[in-house]
């Protein structure tokens, strides 16, 4: 492949990935396509117990240290809302998160890195990471114990809210921690007519809902940040008889460990003791799902540093109470979670949303000069 080529090569990928969105845990087809463009250049994908997406490894003239790349690969079920020439074919489900951007990047990433593979200081792995969205793709790729020895980890997000050319990088948490709660109340069924004769579940959900406002209020530190949202709740089936349950749901998003804990043992005690109060039961489910991410101060700073030798501009950015997989490498692995520009438009999610190409050379510029000054940092 020819640099002038390049991006011309790296647009045309995009918009395949872009017309054939798939959900995650799959993305056979598209972890069938990374394979393809990579074999072609001759990079070797690990043989991994990986039922979608894939690890490829660049081995430089000494293998160590080992830093790692990483970009997801899955859609979202959003029907394409844009009029892009190459809008989603796969009805239903659209690239709304520009997961085909972080992908194609790190293929331009790895093309590039394959070219410049006898001098690297190291081995970069280059992780197409599946099921983002629903959060167990990180988990998949870590039980495959290829990451024991990487000594740096960088993943990359699209960011609608900045322009191509700026690239967005925090200390610390850059995303929440994302946990699901369900709360189950039961009271006493009874003729609406006798309310004396039952335990009215509804009049008891509006009651905890109201007293769960008060931990993010009263029990945290002004200036620590979290939130609980209920965000489905129902009972009863007609008007006119007092149903003997109810049933909500909702999220808790918190940015450190600490708060993460404390919260459930608050919600439980509030959900059970306010039941109690009016003679009723609750039980409160918890299901835990991502940890916050946890850039590390050291690496945002190289990775800050490499954006203005790349000529990119550092933007203000603030951290974001969405979730991302990314934070379960963080666990292990120092590393930074950052945002490049891909124009500003429509956010994620959104069914208008979609990536300027022009952000797409700049970033495997930015990836490779990334990888190859990490591993001459380390060493
Ligand atoms: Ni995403």
Redesign the pocket.
């Known amino acids: 492949m020819k640099h002038m080529n390049l991006e011309q090569h790296l647009i045309e990928i995009f918009q395949e990935f872009h017309q054939f969105p798939e959900l995650s845990n799959e993305e056979y087809e598209t972890t069938a396509r990374i394979r393809r463009i990579l074999e072609e250049a001759g990079i070797e994908i690990l043989e991994l117990p990986l039922k979608t997406g894939l690890v490829a490894r660049i081995e430089g003239k000494q293998k160590e240290p080992v830093i790692a790349l990483r970009c ?1 690969i899955d859609a979202l079920p959003v029907c394409e809302e844009t009029e892009l020439s190459y809008k989603s074919k796969n009805a239903g489900k659209m690239h709304a ?3 085909d951007f972080h992908t194609t990047a790190m293929i331009g990433t790895a093309l590039r890195l394959k070219e410049k593979q006898q001098d690297l200081n190291g081995t970069v792995k280059i992780l197409f990471q599946p099921a ?2 629903s959060s167990n793709g990180a988990v998949h790729i870590i039980n495959t114990d290829i990451l024991s020895d990487v000594k740096a980890i960088f993943g990359v ?2 960011a609608p809210d900045l322009a191509v050319g700026e690239v967005g990088i925090i200390v610390g948490p850059a995303t929440a921690s994302v946990d699901r709660f369900e709360i189950e109340v039961t009271g006493v069924g009874a003729h609406a007519a006798h309310p004396d004769l039952g335990i009215d579940p509804i009049v008891i959900s509006a009651h905890i809902i109201t007293a769960l406002q008060t931990i993010v209020s009263r029990n945290l530190d002004p200036f620590d940040t979290a939130l609980i949202s209920v965000t489905n709740l129902h009972s009863g089936s007609t008007w006119n008889v007092i149903p003997p349950t109810a049933y909500m749901e909702g999220t808790v998003r918190t940015l450190n460990a600490k708060t993460r804990e404390f919260i459930p043992s608050r919600m439980r005690c509030i959900a059970e003791q306010v039941a109690a109060a009016f003679g009723a039961k609750a039980k409160l489910n918890w299901h835990p799902s991502t940890p916050a991410t946890n850039n590390s101060k050291v690496w945002a700073e190289f990775a800050k540093q490499i954006a203005i030798e790349k000529s990119l501009q550092i933007a203000p950015y603030s951290v974001s109470l969405i979730g ?1 997989d990314f934070a379960a490498y963080q666990e292990k692995i120092e590393g930074v979670f950052l945002f490049v520009g891909t124009g500003k438009n429509f956010p ?1 999610h959104h069914p208008k949303f979609y990536v300027d190409t022009n952000a797409i050379i700049g970033s495997v510029e930015y990836f490779v000069h990334l990888a190859e000054q990490s591993m001459n940092r380390l060493a």
């Open positions: 997801d998160c520009g997961h983002e969205e997000h699209s991302e994620l």
